[in-house]
Structures are given as C-alpha cells and as structure tokens.
C-alpha cells in the first residue's frame, strides 16, 4: 500500500491534493463536497482587507448620501443598522467550515495596512483556522519605489503577523522577484513556515472595439505549472520552509510533478471549477497507481527527488533550460 | 426614580409609543409624518415587540385611502390598530373615518399635522388637515411639543379604549414632528400601569368573529337611521371625563399632568389668548414673560379639541376674564371665522360668559413663524378699544389689511439659553451632525436641548440651517432663533457669504465659525464687505478652520460634519473639551460603528485634525472688503422675478406681502434661469475637434445644460472670443452651418453623465473625450458669456428637420431647464425630451412626488417657453387623481375643438368654403402641418376679429384648440402603481387620447425611498427593510391587456433611440399610451454617473425588457408587441449588486439576499419567456376566419 501522507505546516494531511483559494469555499455544502472527494485540506477563499474597507466605505457613502438634505427625504435608504460590513462573515464562514469539516482549514488574508494584516490574521486564528495564508500582492506602479523598500516593507509585514498569531504562518509569494530566493529566504527568516508558489494575478485585457480594459478571470492549465515548478525545484533545500505548489495542477501527473520539485502539497482551484469535485477521486487514485506502477512507497519518498539540488545537471533550471528549448525548438522544425 | 430621558423628534417620540401599544399598523408615506411607519416597519423588521410581548404586524398599503380601510378591517376584527399620516393624507381616510367612528370603536391615528394643498401644495404644518376631520366623530387631542407628542400618544390609545371613541393625536409638522428634543421617556412599566387590559380585551371581543357571529354594517332607512346616529350622544358626553382621568391617571405615573384646557398666566387675567399646538407653547413662555412684567393676562392651551367640553372650558377659563383672542393655525375661506374662534364664541356663550368679548386671527400657515412678539401683537391688539377681528398676524396682508403689526425686536428668550445658528450645505453633513450635536447635550449634560432644521427647496446644492437652543432651563421656544439672538452662528460653506446674510442672526459679542479655504492671516480680505461689517459692529469672535482641508486629508470627502462639529464643541465650551471630544467619538461609534470600522476610523480622525486646524482670527477694526454680496437675481431679469421670486431666492421670502402673491396660484413659465446656483465645482468642456455631432450628452442631461445648435455661420459674426464652433456635420444642414455645443457653467451640477455616454475616444488617449471636466471658477465667466450668445442664436425651424433621430431631437429647444432634481437624476431627460419634441402644444398634468416637486417647487420653475412664447402648461393636482386629472384636460381640449369646429362651419360663408375645409381637414401628423393650422387659426382670428357676431367671439376663444394638442399625464411609479393605480387603469381604459409617462425610480422617491409595488424582488427599501419578497408589479402587461393601448417600456441609458422612437409613436397615436421609463434614482444606492450603464445592465440582465406594443400594428395582422431588448445576458446579480438597495440585504441577512436574487433571476426568465410567447403569437386583423 502506498503511503500518500505528508505534512505541510506542521499539519499531517492524508495526500497531497489540497484544494487551493477559490469560491468553492464559500458554500458549506461544496466545502463538505470536497473533503468527501479527498481534498486533505481547504485553503479558504481570501479576506480582502481592501474589499472590507472599500464596502465598509461604500455602504457608509451611499446610507449618507443625500440625507438631511431635503425636507421631504431625511434619507433615502433604510438604515437598519445591522450590517456585516466587517470581516464577520468570512469569520463565521471559517467557524462553520471548522465546524463541519474533520481535515484542516487554512485561512487566507489578503491585506492592505499593517494593522490590518495583524487584526485580520489573529482574528482569523481565533475563528479557529490551522494555519494561515499570508498573500503578499502588491503591484508596483511607481518608479521611485524601489525593489529594496518594497521588499522590506513587506518581510516587515510578515514578521508583524507572524508576531501576532500562534498558528503556523505561509506566505504566498509572487513570481516577480528579482531575486527570489533571497527574498524567499527572508520571508521564511521572519516568520514563515510555508511559501506558496505562486499567486496568479488577473491581468487586464484590451477590448479593441470599445477600447476599454476588460478584467475577467482565465484559469489556468497544466501549462501553468512549469513556473512554479522551476522555483519549488530551486529553492528546495535551500530555503528552510514547506513548499506548496499552486497554478497548473490540474491532473496526477502535475501533483506528482510537484512533489518531485519538493513541494509538500499540491494546490488546485482551476480544475475543480471548471470540472467539479469529482476530478479528485480519481486524480488521487492515478497518483496511487503511478506509485505503485513505478514501486514508490510514499510521497514523502519522491519529495524534492527532482528538485535542483538532487538532479544530475542542476543548470537545467537555470538559463542553459532556455537555450535548449529553443534548440530543440529549431529541431522539431 | 430617575427616569429615563432621550433626545429624539416627535416623530420618533410618537412612534415608540404607537408601536408598543399597537397589534396592527397600516402605513403610507406622506411628508411630515412618514417617518413615524418607518419606524415602524424598522422596529418590526428588527422583531422589537410591543407592551405584550408580540411584534406588531406592520403593512403598507397603496395609499392613505387603502391604510384607512386596512385599519377598519382590522378594528374590526379586534387588533389595537393605528396609523400615521398627514394632510392629503388624512382627507383620504375621512369616508373610513366616519365608519370607525360610527362604529364606537377604539383607535389612534397619529397625525403631524400639515397643510393642504389649495393655490399651491406645502408639505410644511399647520392645522388645516386635522380641522378638515372635526366633523368625523373622532376625538382629536393636540401635543404642543415633542414631550407632549410622546405623552399624549399614550394618552390617546388609554382614552380610546375607556371612550369607544376613536383619536386623532395630532401635532404640528416639522415644528414637533422634525424637532429633536431632549424629553423624558415612558417606560414599559409606566404603560403597563396606564393600559386597562380589561379595555384591551373588550376591544377584542367586539372584534368580528364566526364564534360568535354578528353583523355590523348595515343599509339602514329613513325610519330610523337618525335615531340610530344619535345612540352615540352618551359615548361623546362621557369622553372629556374619561380624557381627563387619563390624563390624572397619567400624572400619576409619570408626574407630568395635564388638563383637557391647560391654563397658564396671571391668576386674574383680563386678556386670554386661546390656541393649540405647538403655538401654545410659545405663548407660555410669553405670558409667562409678561406677566413678571405685569400684565394680566393668560394663556388657555386647548389639549381635547372633540369633543369640545364647554364645561371643562369654563371651569378653566379664570372669571376675571373680560377677553380673548382665539388664534387659529387654519384658514376657512368664507367662513364666519376659523373654527377654533367659532367654539370659543359657542361655548362663552352656552358657558353662560356671553359678556367675554371674543376675537380671532389666523398665524402660522405652512410652518410660518410664530413668535412671542407675534403673540403679544394678538394679545395688545385685544387691549385695543376696537380690536381688529379675524386679524392675521405674521405676514402683511397689504390687501385686505388684516395683518398686526409686530414689535420684531420683542423676545423672550432665556439669559441662560444658548441659542446657535450653522447654515451647511445639504450634502457637507451639518443637520446631521448637529443632530447628534443636540443628542450629546441632551443626554450627555444636564442641559435641556432643542434641535430644528430648515432645508432648502431644491433637491441638489441646497442650504440647510440648523437651530440648535441648550441650557439649564426647559426650552418653550417652538420658532426658530430670531435675528440678533444666536451667540453662535457657523458657515460651514464660505460661498454662502456672497450669498446670505447669516450674521444678522449673531447677536452682540457672539462667535463666528467660518469653513475657510483661506488661513487666519487671509480670510479676512476674502470676505464681503457687509460680512466684515457685520463682524466689527457685532465685536464678533471669529474663527476659521479649514474644513475642505481637513475632509480631504481624512477621507471625509465633502461631509463637513465631524470637522465642524468638533470645531463646535471646542470653541463653545458646552463640555470640557476633552469629555466632548470622547463624547463626539462615542457618537460616531455609535452611529457608523455597524458601517464598518474604516468608517469609524476616517471619522475619528477628522475629529483629531479639526482641532488642530481650528484659529481664531484677529478682526481689524475697519472693514476694507471691495466686495459686495450679490443680489439673489440679474438686474436685468423681469420684473416679477426680481420682485416676488428674488427674495424668495434671498430667504427673504417671508417678507413678501400679499399683494406681491398671485391670488390664484398661477406663475409665469422660464424662471429657473434666473437663479444661478453655480453648484458644480467641474463642468464639461467641449472638444470640438473630436465631436461627431451625435447629440447624446444633449439628450441625457438632466439639467437641460448641455446643449447643441446649428446655425448659419454667418451668426458667428460678433461671437465672444471663446465661442467654440466647428462645421455642422448634419447632412440636412451642411454648407454654411456651424454647429456649437454649449455648456451653461452655473446651472451645470457636474453629474457627468455627459461625459459617461459620450461614444468618442481620442485614438491617442483613450480616456480623452469630446466632453471632458475641467474646474469651473476659471471657466465661469467665460462661458457664462458664451451662453448668453449661444441662446441668442435662433433655433433651427422645426419644419426643416425630422426629430426621428438622436442628434436631429436635440435640436429641439427643451422646455423643461435648470430643475431642482438630483444632481445626475434619471427621470428629468425623459421629461426634457418630452419637452422638446411636443413642449409647445402640450398640457401637461403631474402627479404629486419628484417630478412635481423639482418641476412646480418656489422659487423658481424650470417649464419654460419657446422663443415664440409658447411652451408646456402645467399643473399638479394631487398625487391620486392624476391620470384623472390629465383625462379631464383631453375632455376640455376635445370637447372645445369639436365645438370650435362647429362654429367654424358656421361662418362658412364669411370665411370662404376653402379656408373651412383646410381648417376641418388639416393633417396635422408632422410640424409642418402643425404650424400651417396655427397660421390659418391666426388668419381666423384676424379675419372674425371684427365681427360682432357672440359666436364669432366664442370661436376666437377656442380657437386654439382647433391645433393638434398633446396631454401628458406625467407621475411616478407611487403615482402609477399604487395610489393612482385605479384612475390610471380607468383612463387607460376610456381610450381617450391621452400619454402617460411613469418615471419608475422603483420606490416613492420624493418621500425618501419608501416601497411601491415597483420595486424589484430582493431590493431593500423603506417599508420593505427585509427585502422586498414579492415580484415587480408588470404595469406594462396588465396595459397590454386591453388591447387598445400603446405601452411602451423604455430605458435610455440603454438605447435612446428606441427611447425617442417611443414617445413619438405613443404622441402619435389617437388613443391611451403608457410609456415606462426606467429611471435611476439617488434611492438606488450607486453613483449617479453610472446611471446609464446600469440602465444597460438592467436590460440586459432581463430584470427591464425593452418593447414598443402599438395596437395600430393588429389592424395590419401583425402582432404589436416589439420586443427590442436581447434574451438576458447576464445574470440578475451582475445588475443588482452596484446598487446598496440590493447589496445591503447581503450585509443584512446573506441567506434571504440569495434566496430572494434566486427568486428575482427567475423573475426575469419567466417575464422574458412570457414576451417572447407573446411577441411571437399569431395576430389576425379580426376579420379571418378561424382556421383551426
């Protein structure tokens, strides 16, 4: 019997298959779904510090806007007061989700302020989640900002909410780094247990006709992965975190590919929405019996096992990779 | 016992009473009083129960009329019921009222009583309302003041129970309805001690039942329906007893005592002034005033109005009275005298004091300020040996001289009172933040407090004045801070200076706090020279801070109202700064805390920056200002605008005399464009190098700002420098046109709705259009000129141009200019385009609610005339009757043509058979045929203009008529849905020739947002806190249903063009049209400037299907219904949740939010399946045979 146990925060997960941020947390019922298809653990969709500010401002805006202005309409909309505008229902949501699922819940806070990643991350704790997902997003417009400060603006954050919580700490990291490692490797020196690889950021589309920007989400595929696979196999072994591998998963060959690179979890969303749980059973079982098939005991046993530091030529994940894909380009033609 | 105390308005104060003794609450939104059924509905939505344990089921109907039947019902059937209503409001339950009455049986109806509506509508107080209902049989009991609101409230429900008699519990609007006091409040307990549960039971048990079955209602006869009217004679008899023991029942409770006739004064008083409401109070304090002075006099305050007890009148009219003055806050043309006057002389009579002399006025019409100089003025004037009788006092009545003079400098105002005026502007958030001002003072300090708010009467950029009175003695001083009184006088807009006079409040030695974009060292020379005056003379303390600075920093926008209150409570000293800063802190938490903590936190802020940024100013001791204040209108606008309607845009208004009013309420058209309000801080900027000429941002504007001309180039000759001008790309006009969009920079509101439908994109800069904002001071001037000269341009002539398309439409001079709508409203650009396309042959009825509000409000009226004087009539006649009202003009207009008809037959012979028949005959389908009968009737009055033939001269007068006339009977969907439901379905029925034009904002906008049977499934409103359950009503359906009408279903945004092609279709057809127009509304919770493209989602989203069905198309066998919007493409959700009226249910309650949107999805599938059955049915022309 192969063993697909491993261990990703501290926390004993029965495979490596989690199921990654995506709205199919949202839903209790869909949640329960997947812990019934296998998923081995469930990181929760984001808290947008930004989106609570923005509706918290939003709804103020438009209970205020016009009242006390006109004699006849001292408002124009009821204000019952009795809003969730803060971080409650993602709060309540985690409780539930804790309540009713027996495999680990990861919470996940996309932050804005200093403060707020702090509150946000201890009161995501105290909702009761096993760990936490930290998402460093930041996209820099500004040409006096350097890397330098960007940088340890945010190694500060995370040691801040490190500082704050008891739970173990990951840190999703975003594939434009000019160094990564090092940055990787100060992330981890202040506080973090896991680096996840990568966050995948919308980007914008030109619609020609009407000459405007369009914002829509693109899921990913199998292509995805090289990516992260690339970095999880560089920086395995050289920097001190577990590794979960997110953007690309979307079949067994792409979570045993992970594992090989020297993650410990595989995450998936794109393939869950686009097929549903049921891709689950049946990627893990494909996992089991590419195991068995190729007599490997467990995933702890192929973890890291083509990771840079344990291939025989090391440069391959290094710019001499480029060069032969064009050659080998050239000689397909 | 300390008792419990609370700073809160009558309404509130009422309504916490009415909720907890009520089973049932029938609601209907009508201004003053629509707040006490929001309360209501909130604290049922919040399942907050009354005294016994229940949460009251609370309803709204669709209307005042069906309120009043829901209450019968439920009277009847044993629920302690009520409701809550208001002039009109209260007329429309009168037939029920007779019912309830006549049935013995206990209710309360809570009434802030209002004016009616006659020469013009007020929604402001007086007691003509309540007066009108004294001859129901109903009891009527009358508060003065907010404490007496909450009281006799209780009072009235405990009464009714032991009388069998029904009660109006009325008060004054606005005056105690919208004041916010500091008050003591009933306890459950001490209502427990006060309600008879014995009462309560026997109600119920005359309640209808099958168990014990009896009739009531029957069709009685001559034989002895009179016997039967006079059963009750015991009940009426025993009331004012059984009043008076609750009354002393609840002294003993609560330690307030009260008496059906409240007498106050010298114990042997001569003169007595008689009134109720909150008038009353004011004269306490003004006899009371007096009489330490020595005057022997006395005020009785009238607390049981019905029934009248001669008996307890007497007893409490002191004997050492030899007169009195009965002041009625009412007016009965015709009448031997106002009502009140006429009891009094009725009962000194029966009461045996015939040697009384008795005489009356009239004060305090429509919230008119009655103050204590204008009590004394009644009250020396019945010193006089030949008293003035049926006088009226605070207004000059140059007329028909009934008016008193008034010693204005006389006022009784407390040493101790400290009386503060702040004039905001409606958006900064002053009222608001004042309100929690006085809330902090009432129940923070052991300061008595008052609170009154004066609002403007536009909807967009208006003025807001707050009263704000506090101090250590109880506040009788229901009138507003008399000049030369406030220690405290705040702007909180600098531009106001120019504009007001607001230190004339400022009494000697007061402090001013001024809004200033200007520093301590340079506001001084930014001022006018009447303000700097007014400093000086007054030795005001003046102070600044920079408000806009500190709201930027923070966040806050253009909300002033943390800022300045902040500034408030450290210069003022009411608290010790630091308890006030914490207390203003604890309010905010309070009041925002739910919203979110990043708005809790922005507010804190701004409170910390206020007082960092707050200066006193060191005041020269000369003024050096070269700067005047302006005055109110142009010198060279007419005269009527700058003699009547100028000082009514001044807040001089109150200085008019009656010979300045037109004696029947008829006003001249086009006066909006005398009142520059210069409220957008950007206006658009034309970019005539990219225009393609296609007229949308004409069309959309709201305002009637943006406008486009073509002209014969030649014109240009003598344009300003700044005329932007470009060939005219109209292929109807091409060589030797220009063509020029204009903006008009002060009656712009900067809603950008121009700019958000503009199609063009500079291919270098996308973001760049051919409209774009800039900042308007700089441009003010400039533009200011370039509008004058491009109104002097001519109009194109109608007949050279088709209006069947968008740029060819916007051509067309608008009617309807510069309204007092919202900023971005989206229902003025359908009511403009009807101005434009049929404005100068139009009459047009409006029903009662926004767009009779921004289109009939004083001072100003946006109607306007066509360079050839002509232009849409108008009139408002109620909110219920419209569709009726429109239908009665088509009568008219008909009946006169076909009679005008006649006569010209007649004069057949005078006139040539030729002239006859082309005046019979003219078709009059496009403008050319239009304006070629308007030359022949002006050939027809010429030529009979001589005769002497009575006939002749009858048929000059109806003439006119003989031209094609368009009635428009325009209203919104309170009007269309619910109220005037009936009426509109019957004239829809008449199949008359009439259009009508429901601007559907999907709520009671003008109101404030309350629920119609339009508002959408899963939309929060007032009265449908929860979310609205139910689906839109589908009033274009149910029109279709006849067969005969034209409905259309349209939404700008969307597409204008079928917009367009809709109301000239539905003009054009001779029979009943409905067109529903979809229009956003500031009740929707979103930007404004958005409007337009959320229009397209609501269509595309199948939530607002677009369709024309003209009946003319059956006579052709084809099928009229056009179905001109796609199967929807997005789900409901997409459309729903840019809006806070969808979007706070999700906050609210998330599972019924989805619940609901789940339903509404399906709304929108069915209602689309449902068209396309209909759209693709098989129509004959009802002459085939049936084939199957």
């Not at chain 2, 204590?372 to 009644?378: S, V």
Request: charged fraction near 20%; glycine fraction near 8%; hydrophobic fraction near 40%.
């Amino acid at each position: 019997m192969t063993d697909l146990s491993t261990t990703y925060l501290g926390l004993h997960l029965k495979n490596p298959l989690v199921a990654s941020a995506s709205p199919l947390s949202k839903k209790l019922d869909k949640a329960r779904k997947l812990e019934e298809a296998g998923v081995s653990a469930i990181v929760m969709y984001s808290l947008f510090e930004e989106q609570i500010i923005h509706e918290s401002l939003e709804l103020d805006h438009y209970l205020t806007r016009g009242t006390d202005s006109f004699a006849e309409a001292m408002s124009y909309l009821p204000d019952g007061g009795m809003y969730s505008a803060g971080p409650e229902k993602y709060l309540n949501h985690l409780a539930g989700l804790k309540k009713s699922l027996s495999i680990p819940v990861i919470g996940s806070l996309n932050g804005v302020s200093k403060g707020g990643w702090t509150k946000y991350a201890r009161q995501i704790q105290d909702a009761g989640a096993d760990a936490l997902e930290l998402n460093l997003y930041f996209i820099p417009t500004d040409p006096d900002l350097t890397a330098q400060e960007l940088e340890n603006a945010q190694v500060e954050l995370v040691a801040e909410v490190k500082s704050a919580i008891t739970i173990p700490l990951a840190v999703k990291l975003s594939p434009f780094v000019t160094a990564l490692p090092n940055f990787a490797r100060r992330v981890v020196e202040a506080g973090a247990s896991g680096l996840v690889l990568f966050n995948r950021f919308y980007q914008p589309d030109f619609d020609l006709e009407e000459l405007e920007i369009i914002h829509s989400l693109d899921l990913s595929t199998s292509a995805d992965l090289r990516l992260p696979l690339r970095w999880v196999s560089i920086l395995y072994g050289k920097v001190n975190a577990d590794f979960a591998l997110t953007s690309g998963v979307h079949t067994a060959g792409d979570v045993l590919k992970s594992m090989m690179a020297g993650a410990k979890v595989s995450m998936m969303a794109s393939n869950l929405l686009q097929n549903g749980d049921q891709v689950i059973p049946s990627m893990l079982n494909e996992v089991g019996w590419w195991m068995e098939s190729h007599e490997y005991e467990s995933i702890k046993q192929m973890q890291g096992s083509m990771s840079q530091k344990s291939v025989k030529e090391p440069a391959a994940f290094e710019r001499a990779n480029y060069m032969k894909v064009l050659n080998s380009f050239k000689e397909l033609r | 016992m300390k008792r419990p105390v609370v700073t809160i308005d009558g309404n509130e104060a009422t309504a916490s009473i009415a909720h907890r003794l009520s089973e049932v609450i029938a609601i209907y939104p009508i201004t003053p009083s629509s707040a006490m059924g929001e309360f209501a509905d909130e604290w049922t939505s919040k399942g907050k129960k009354n005294l016994w344990g229940t949460v009251p089921a609370v309803i709204e109907m669709q209307s005042e009329g069906g309120a009043a039947g829901a209450v019968h019902g439920a009277l009847q059937t044993g629920a302690l019921t009520t409701t809550f209503t208001a002039s009109q409001g209260l007329l429309l339950m009168i037939p029920n009222m007779y019912k309830i009455a006549g049935e013995l049986t206990s209710a309360v109806f809570h009434v802030a009583a209002r004016s009616l509506a006659a020469q013009g509508l007020s929604i402001f107080g007086d007691h003509q309302d309540v007066m009108s209902v004294r001859q129901t049989g109903w009891a009527l009991l009358s508060s003065t003041s907010v404490q007496e609101a909450h009281d006799f409230a209780a009072i009235a429900q405990t009464a009714t129970l032991k009388s069998r008699i029904p009660f109006i519990h009325f008060f004054d609007g606005f005056r105690t309805s919208h004041e916010v006091a500091k008050i003591f409040q009933i306890t459950d307990e001490e209502l427990r001690l006060l309600i008879d549960e014995e009462l309560v039971r026997a109600h119920r048990a005359r309640g209808l039942t099958p168990e014990h079955p009896v009739l009531r209602g029957t069709a009685q006869n001559p034989d002895v329906y009179f016997q039967a009217r006079e059963t009750v004679n015991p009940y009426y008899s025993a009331t004012p007893a059984i009043v008076q023991e609750m009354m002393d029942k609840f002294a003993q409770v609560t330690g307030r005592h009260y008496n059906l006739f409240d007498y106050v004064g010298h114990p042997d008083a001569e003169r007595v002034v008689i009134l109720m409401g909150s008038g009353a109070d004011t004269a306490e304090a003004t006899v009371s005033d007096l009489v330490e002075k020595g005057e022997k006099i006395g005020v009785l305050k009238v607390r049981l109005y019905r029934p009248f007890s001669v008996e307890y009148f007497i007893r409490a009219l002191p004997k050492s009275v030899k007169s009195v003055v009965v002041l009625d806050r009412t007016k009965e043309p015709g009448s031997m005298g106002e009502p009140l006057y006429m009891d009094v002389v009725n009962a000194l009579v029966e009461g045996q004091r015939p040697q009384v002399k008795a005489i009356g006025g009239r004060y305090g019409l429509s919230s008119k300020e009655f103050t204590p100089a204008m009590l004394k003025a009644a009250l020396d004037e019945l010193a006089k040996p030949e008293p003035k009788n049926h006088f009226t006092v605070g207004i000059n009545d140059d007329v028909t001289h009934t008016s008193l003079e008034v010693d204005s400098s006389f006022s009784v105002e407390h040493a101790e009172t400290v009386r503060c005026v702040f004039f905001g502007l409606g958006s900064d958030g002053t009222v608001g933040a004042n309100k929690n001002s006085i809330k902090i003072i009432g129940e923070e300090t052991d300061n008595y407090a008052q609170g009154y708010f004066v609002y403007d009467s536009k909807k967009s950029g208006q003025m807001t004045t707050s009263h704000l009175r506090f101090g250590p003695k109880p506040i009788h001083a229901p009138y507003v801070i008399e000049p030369n009184q406030a220690n405290f006088v705040a702007c909180h807009q600098f531009n106001f200076l120019e504009r007001f006079d607001m230190l004339k409040y400022a009494k000697e030695g007061a402090v001013f706090l001024l809004n200033s974009m200007y520093d301590k060292n340079e506001v001084w020379d930014q001022l006018p020279r009447e303000v700097q005056s007014a400093i000086i003379a007054k030795k005001l303390k003046f102070y600044v801070i920079n408000g806009y600075d500190v709201a930027e920093k923070t966040g806050m926008g253009q909300r002033m109202n943390t800022i300045m209150q902040t500034a408030f409570f450290a210069i003022s000293g009411v608290l010790p700064r630091e308890q006030a800063i914490a207390e203003i802190k604890h309010a905010i938490e309070k009041t925002y805390g739910k919203r979110g903590e990043a708005v809790v936190k922005k507010n804190f802020e701004a409170v910390d920056a206020a007082i960092a940024n707050l200066y006193e100013v060191n005041v020269p001791a000369e003024a050096s200002s070269k700067m005047a204040r302006r005055s109110p209108v142009p010198d060279d606008a007419p005269a009527f605008v700058k003699d009547v309607l100028g000082p009514m845009i001044g807040f001089d208004g109150d200085s008019l005399p009656v010979s300045a009013m037109p004696v029947d309420g008829t006003y001249p058209l086009g006066t909006t464009q005398w009142e520059k309000r210069n409220l957008a801080l950007d206006i658009p900027v034309w970019e005539e190098s990219l225009c393609i000429q296609c007229g949308k941002c004409v069309m959309v504007c709201p305002h009637a700002v943006i406008r486009h001309k073509v002209y014969d180039e030649k014109l240009l000759a003598g344009a300003p420098e700044t005329f932007k001008h470009t060939a005219s790309k109209f292929k109807e006009f091409s060589a030797g046109y220009a063509y020029t969009v204009q903006v008009a920079p002060e009656d712009c509101t900067g809603c950008t709705l121009c700019l958000e439908v503009c199609p063009v994109k500079d291919k270098s800069a996308v973001g760049r259009k051919a409209i774009n904002m800039a900042p308007q001071p700089s441009l003010r001037e400039a533009e200011a000129r370039n509008w004058d000269f491009f109104m002097n341009l001519p109009d194109m002539d109608k007949k050279l141009f088709n209006p069947g398309t968008i740029k060819n439409s916007q051509l067309l001079r608008p009617l309807f200019e510069f309204s007092g709508a919202c900023a971005g409203c989206g229902e003025t650009p359908y009511v403009k385009l009807v101005s434009q396309l049929f404005g100068d042959r139009s009459v047009i009825a409006n029903a009662t609610g926004c767009s009779s509000i921004y289109g009939g409000n004083l001072p100003t009226t946006p109607w306007a005339v066509d360079s050839k004087g002509r232009g849409p009539a108008w009139s408002n006649s109620l909110f219920e009757d419209n569709a009726e009202f429109g239908l009665g003009m088509r009568l008219t207009i008909d009946k006169q043509q076909e009679y005008a008809l006649e006569l010209v037959k007649v004069f057949e012979k005078e006139l040539s058979a030729g002239f006859v028949n082309a005046i019979v005959n003219a078709n009059q389908s496009d403008e050319a045929g239009i304006e070629a009968q308007r030359e022949r009737v002006a050939e027809l009055k010429e030529k009979l203009s001589k005769s002497t033939d009575s006939r002749a001269r009858d048929l000059i007068s109806l003439a006119d008529n003989l031209v094609k006339k368009s009635v428009w009977i325009i209203g919104g969907d309170g009007w269309a849905y619910d109220i005037g439901y009936g009426g509109l379905d019957h004239v829809l029925a008449s199949g008359r020739n009439v259009n009508i034009l429901v601007l559907d904002t999907e709520v009671y906008s003008n109101t404030g947002g309350q629920s119609s049977k339009s508002t959408p499934r899963a939309a929060v409103a007032k009265f449908a806190m929860g979310g609205k359950g139910m689906p839109k009503k589908d009033l274009g359906l149910i029109a279709m249903s006849y067969g005969y009408v034209y409905v259309a279903r349209i939404a700008m945004g969307a597409n204008d063009q079928q917009t367009l092609r809709a109301l000239i279709e539905a003009e054009s057809y001779d029979g009943p049209s409905l067109v529903i127009a979809y229009s956003h509304c500031i009740a929707h919770g979103y930007d404004m400037a958005k409007g337009l493209e959320q229009q397209k989602l609501a269509v595309q989203s199948g939530h607002w299907p677009m369709y024309r069905y003209d009946p003319r198309l059956i006579e052709e066998g084809r099928n009229p219904l056009v179905i001109e919007s796609k199967e929807p493409s997005i789900p409901m959700s997409q459309y729903a949740y840019n809006e806070t009226r969808y979007k706070m249910l999700t906050q609210m309650d998330e599972a019924r939010a989805e619940e609901l949107m789940k339903e509404a999805q399906k709304d929108a599938k069915s209602r689309w399946t449902l068209y396309q059955q209909m759209a693709s049915m098989h129509y004959g022309n009802g002459n085939e045979e049936n084939k199957s």
